[in-house]
């Protein structure tokens, strides 16, 4: 799957600091004893059965859903660029093998690679392939795993919570790093599963779709992504630039538009931009368009009077259509790390905030604050950006992500 290759590959420096960082917490610890008896693998925790049946297949995932499940809208990458015998696009992205972590004089800390007996060699069992270093889950390691997820930008609730679950039943037994990662990735993927959902269609026409999020979260490159994609899915989109303080963000917009090719609903510089939304809902009414995306002015959550603003315009909208936005899609950038949490705490109280989108995540060391949003809020994350292209917005797929987090796989 070329896309969360690119993913995987973009977390790098994510999942390099956590296995870094286990691999540091294992041979700080590790166990000398040879003959001490290894833990079987440990079994990935039983997920949750999804709760939305009707997502699409994850080989080709979609940031939109609609009301009757339709072939997803993402163009399916270039085949071309991956030859005949390119390896099973399923298999989860492997980064590039880490080199040897352990230090010369942390040898001793290695099992000591047993000579095999007749017995071993007849199967062909050799000797040159050592163990891999194991240490015992107590207390002291599970505080430094703690640790860990805490600088991952898991935050501390999210990083204790998947500590406790992956030390219940555990204690005492002798873990290596590739069995961390993968009881962490079946951690993560246990949270993320319930928030992996694409953004809903209604048969409400126009639907209603507010887009917020402080500056430069990537809103404006979010709704020509999402204008793309819904037309793609066969809907007619009007797009509203509600951002009527910069005559630069109305410009920006309409490149957008037109890359979609989506008509984009400007007003003058300087009009009340709640004045622009019910407007916008009433040309949208009359052309018959399924959906209009609202795209706002980039606001600070903690500038009181940029917040009224908005809610001013939810209010607006509703005097137009009580039932509306249908949506309100709040654009978070990953690379903020945990400023995300107050950003969606302060406009899910003003604006209602019903669904997520992830942007940077091509760019950024802190994809572990998507863990603790889901941990902490719940809220669906309908889509994340990856790139700056229009067709770099993809749906969100836990599995997939928790293995790139964590560096499962490697
Ligand atoms: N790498 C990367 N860049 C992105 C992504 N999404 C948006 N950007 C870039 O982020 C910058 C800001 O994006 P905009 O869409 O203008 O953000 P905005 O929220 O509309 O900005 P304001 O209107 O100023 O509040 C632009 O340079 C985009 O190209 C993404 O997923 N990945």
């Known amino acids: 799957m070329s896309f969360f290759k690119k993913l995987k590959d973009r977390l790098t420096r994510s999942s390099s600091k956590l296995e870094q960082g286990l691999d540091a917490i294992v041979e700080d610890g590790a166990d000398v004893s040879p003959q001490g008896e290894d833990v079987p693998a440990p079994a990935p925790q ?5 709760t939305d049946t009707a997502r699409p297949a994850p080989q080709e995932p979609a940031a939109v859903q609609t009301e009757v499940p339709a072939p997803p809208p993402v163009p399916v990458p270039p085949p071309a660029a991956t030859p005949p015998q390119a ?38 069992r050799s000797a040159a392939a050592p163990a891999a270093p194991r240490r015992v889950l107590d207390d002291e390691m599970l505080e430094q795993l703690e640790e860990l997820l805490i600088a991952s930008d898991m935050g501390v609730e999210t990083a204790l919570r998947v500590t406790a679950n992956l030390a219940e039943g555990r204690m005492g037994r002798r873990l290596s790093v590739p069995d961390i990662k993968e009881l962490l990735a079946s951690e993560v993927a246990r949270i993320m599963e319930p928030v992996a959902r694409p953004m809903p269609l209604m ?8 887009v917020v999020g402080v500056n430069g979260s990537g809103k404006t490159t979010t709704i020509g992504k999402l204008a793309s994609q819904f037309r793609a899915a066969g809907k007619s989109v009007v797009i509203a630039a509600g951002d ?94 945990q400023n995300a949490l107050s950003q969606v705490e302060t406009f899910q109280k003003l604006a209602d905030v019903s669904g997520l989108v992830m942007t940077k995540l091509d760019g950024t060391a802190k994809g572990g604050v998507l863990v603790a949003l889901a941990d902490r ?16 917005l993809d749906a969100f797929d836990p599995e997939e992500f928790a293995a790139a987090l964590v560096g499962a796989g490697t």
Do not use: C
């Open 46 to 50: 039983p997920s949750p059965a999804p």
């Open 203 to 210: 048969p409400k026409r126009p639907q209603v779709v507010l």
């Open 377 to 392: 809020f719940g809220l669906p994350i309908h889509a994340i950006g990856v790139g700056e292209q229009i067709d770099d």
């Open 87 to 124: 390896p099973a696009p399923t298999a989860p992205p492997v980064p590039p093998t880490p080199s040897d972590p352990t230090p010369p004089e942390k040898t001793t800390n290695r099992e000591a690679p047993a000579k095999p007996g007749l017995l071993g060699r007849l199967m062909g």
């Open 244 to 337: 009527t303080f910069r005559a630069a963000a109305v410009e920006q917009l309409q490149v957008w538009g037109e890359r979609a090719g989506v008509p984009v609903m400007t007003a003058p510089e300087g009009t009340d931009p709640a004045s622009l939304a019910f407007d916008a809902i009433s040309k949208a009414e009359q052309d018959g368009a399924d959906l209009l995306l609202i795209d706002t002015a980039g606001r600070l959550q903690n500038r009181a009077d940029l917040m009224e603003e908005l809610a001013k315009i939810v209010r607006v909208i509703r005097k137009k259509d009580p039932s509306a936005p249908h949506n309100t899609l709040l654009v978070l950038d990953a690379t903020t790390g």
